[in-house]
């Protein structure tokens, strides 16, 4: 009944009760995975946990268990005993979500469940993840979300063994991050006068003020929350694209720079974008060193996508900066601009991250690009690939849960498509190779979902995009392939009628499984 679907499981008949007489057992190293158990358990359950030398519940640290690998676990529930064994605490940590979720769907909740008998069922697992890069994108730029909501997403995150939080902070629309040489992208650049209503291009406006900042505490204080968790934060600022709420912080930061414009209320792409020159350029340094200051994540994503040259290819100042580089036209400045801007954080020892767009030979090959495009775009990840980039797949057909999940009118405005739990399910993240760009010598990391928020103002409406979509990503970043016994829909299905009711608990905002339609006599019949 779990999800992501384990890689080997056994299960048997029986079960080991949690009460208030177990204790865990405790080896070097496991002592923090024992508190985040106890902290996780402890509203609904009371269960006090305490360590003892001769604990029924063992979490135990062996860095000798290679065959796990990095983040894999072991588990077995006996009748007297359960041993949780893993070469590293994020495998340990992997499995204390494996035993929240096999305990009855309370444990999960934060109101006292007096009563219940916390069974596990007796199983054996051993498991671990078949993409080193499992994640969710939330786009706190369109709309802002209260740090409260961040933290519960990365209790989310982790409920699901996935462990990236890439955090879009700054977009045309509000920029969310302080930086204290730079006060204005907060003062300024955090608020905007109303916000589009509809699609983009619908020209109604809300007519409400919206936005909102993080202080660099909250920040910190998330990085820490999530590393407890297994979690890396991975932020991004956008460059040279997707920059309107800092141009209108420093109109100098444009191609303009006598012209001031305010933070975008508008949906879409917006035609501003950075200038070429060394103000800004310099100005990104600035920003990624306070970046790379608050999180200490290897990966930083800046950027790139739909950035569009109208603005370059009118400015003598771009066009000057373009010849002097060789460049072939002002598209190239895109190009031309992340490589800057990457080198700065490959010198720091950081690896940079971007959207692909499809004319990435610029860049260095460390930068590892996220494959959004698909179709006739589809290029991209078997081009990153053949480069040698790593490639995180984040096509918006299989991973944008701002589509709605289905064509019901009865969804939210989303995006125009539908993103279903199937398309999920159904897809592998690692392409099949493009003859023309041959098999590539790069590698798939994995993959993560989009939350994108233009629709979404509030963390519920984020919520009932991400569940259960999200979990069904999930299975796809951490099981076996797709045709693997158990590595069904029919399986995930009835799984994730298991898994509601975990939801349930948490009082997530998710759309239930719909009962199954009744079947009709005939149909029985044939
Ligand atoms: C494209 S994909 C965008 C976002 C939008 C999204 C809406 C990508 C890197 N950029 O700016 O929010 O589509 O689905």
Redesign the pocket.
Known sequence: MLIPLPHHLLERSGHFTLTEHTALRLTPGSEPVARLLRETLAPATGLPLPAHADGQLALVLDPLLTGLGPEGYGLTVGAEAVLLRAATPAGLRNGVQTLRQALPPTALGDTPAPGVPWRLPLMEITDRPRFPWRGAML?VARHFMPVAFLHRFVDLLALHKLNVFHLHLTDDQGWRMPVPRHPALTEVGAWRAESMVGRAGSRRYDGTPHGGAYTRAELTGLVEYAAERGVTVVPEIEMPG?TRAAIAAYPRLGNRPDRRLPVWPEWGVCDSVLGVHDAALDFCREVLDEVMDVFPARHVHIGG??CPTTEWAASDAALRRMRAEGLAGPAALRGWFLRQIANHLIDQGRTPVT?DEGDDEQLPPEVVTMA?RTGAHGAPAARSLARGHRVVLTP?ERT?L?YPRSADPGEPLG?DGTVTVRDILAWDPVPVPLPEFGAGSGSVLGTQAQL?T?FAPTPADVEYLAFPRLAALAEVAWSPRRGTPGRNSRSFTARLAAHSARLDALGVNHRKPRRPPRRRADARLG
């Open positions: 786009d997707h996508d739909e959207w959004w918006w944008y701002d995006q994108w233009e």
